[in-house]
């Protein structure tokens, strides 16, 4: 599994938003570490999420890099309220981060 890869602390020290791109690098790999392109295609075939992101900001988020996106966007990614991030990256119900300490990017 290569995939895109967790910074060191160098470009993205301690702190919430490494505590961010840990939580989205765990769903991440539990996922089986699909293509930014896999992943940025499967939230936008769904009409039921409130945004989209596109290969680049998924390798952004991921990588810590630039600027977070829209909350919308990010929902999109890891919302556990729809299950989007683990569904559209076929992880099955329950196998994510589940407690709001352990998964501080899901509004609850």
């Not at 769904?46 to 988020?61: F, I, K």
């Not at 929902?75 to 559209?88: A, G, K, Y």
């Amino acid at each position: 599994m290569v995939g895109v890869r967790m910074p060191d602390e160098g470009p993205l020290p301690p702190g919430a938003r490494r505590d961010l791109v840990l939580a989205v690098h765990e769903l991440y790999g539990l996922a089986g570490k699909p293509s930014t392109r896999t992943i940025s295609a499967r939230i936008r075939d769904r009409n039921d999420l409130p945004g989209t992101l596109s290969h680049e900001s998924v390798s952004a988020v991921l990588r810590g890099a630039g600027s977070l996106p829209r909350w919308a966007n990010l929902e999109s990614l890891v919302s556990r309220n729809d299950d989007s991030f683990t569904r559209q990256c076929s992880i099955s119900p329950g196998q994510g981060l589940n407690s709001r300490k352990a998964h501080p990017i899901t509004r609850h």
